[in-house]
T-cell receptor
Framework: KQEVTQIPAALSVPEGENLVLNCSFTDSAIYNLQWFRQDPGKGLTSLLLIQSSQREQTSGRLNASLDKSSGRSTLYIAASQPGDSATYLC????????FGKGTRLHILP | GAGVSQSPRYKVAKRGQDVALRCDPI?????LFWYQQALGQGPEFLTYFQNEAQLDKSGLPSDRFFAERPEGSVSTLKIQRTQQEDSAVYLCASSPPYPLQETQYFGPGTRLLVL
């Protein structure tokens, strides 16, 4: 059974710093991995989707990598801003879509 | 354009009451998903529709949960005889047709509190 783990559960960093969020999964038989952000009281917004054949995807200050063989993905956020404060979730898609519990990120002004 | 909408946004129910949660997907989106998100947890898959066909309902936690999408557009998630453990945010997502079918667009969710 696929399990998705996100570390750390919460993170506070000063504005301007670069940071890395981690996602690991136990079953490498996946079609894709997706990173979402969730703001309080709102739904999820897709940030980046990486196909199983890809190694990374970039969008603006965000870069997501995927190492399927080791069951790991990272989300790199460059030059963090207070508006980046949110919960970041990763989801792997195999037979099912399985989400991690998320990392609550707080950027300190 | 309009995104995925859900109603009601908040619902308080007494234990044993039946509730119905509505999802209006983005127009033209073929796939529709329902998720349950407990406090402090990630969303958990409940069920999936492609047009009006319910292709996967393996995530529904009990036979008290029922979902339908009769015309391949609006979907309703019904919970009968609600229990306190049903308290959660219920998220709906829809996906466009191929080749963008892997991107899900989420609604704001319905927060259900069962007393």
């Amino acid at each position: 059974k696929q399990e998705v783990t996100q570390i750390p559960a919460a993170l506070s960093v000063p504005e301007g710093e670069n940071l890395v969020l981690n996602c690991s999964f136990t079953d490498s038989a996946i079609y894709n991995l997706q990173w979402f952000r969730q703001d309080p009281g709102k739904g999820l917004t897709s940030l980046l989707l990486i196909q199983s054949s890809q190694r990374e995807q970039t969008s603006g200050r965000l870069n997501a990598s995927l190492d399927k063989s080791s069951g790991r993905s990272t989300l790199y956020i460059a030059a963090s801003q207070p508006g980046d404060s949110a919960t970041y979730l990763c989801a792997v898609r195999g037979d099912k879509i399985i989400f991690g519990k998320g990392t609550r990120l707080h950027i300190l002004p | 354009g309009a995104g995925v909408s859900q109603s009601p946004r908040y619902k308080v129910a007494k234990r044993g009451q039946d509730v119905a949660l509505r999802c209006d997907p983005i127009s033209g989106h073929v796939s529709l998903f329902w998720y349950q998100q407990a406090l402090g947890q990630g969303p958990e898959f409940l069920t999936y529709f492609q047009n009006e066909a319910q292709l996967d309902k393996s995530g529904l936690p009990s036979d008290r949960f029922f979902a339908e999408r009769p015309e391949g557009s609006v979907s309703t998630l019904k919970i009968q005889r609600t229990q306190q453990e049903d308290s959660a945010v219920y998220l709906c997502a829809s996906s466009p047709p191929y080749p963008l079918q892997e991107t899900q667009y989420f609604g704001p969710g319905t927060r259900l509190l069962v007393l």
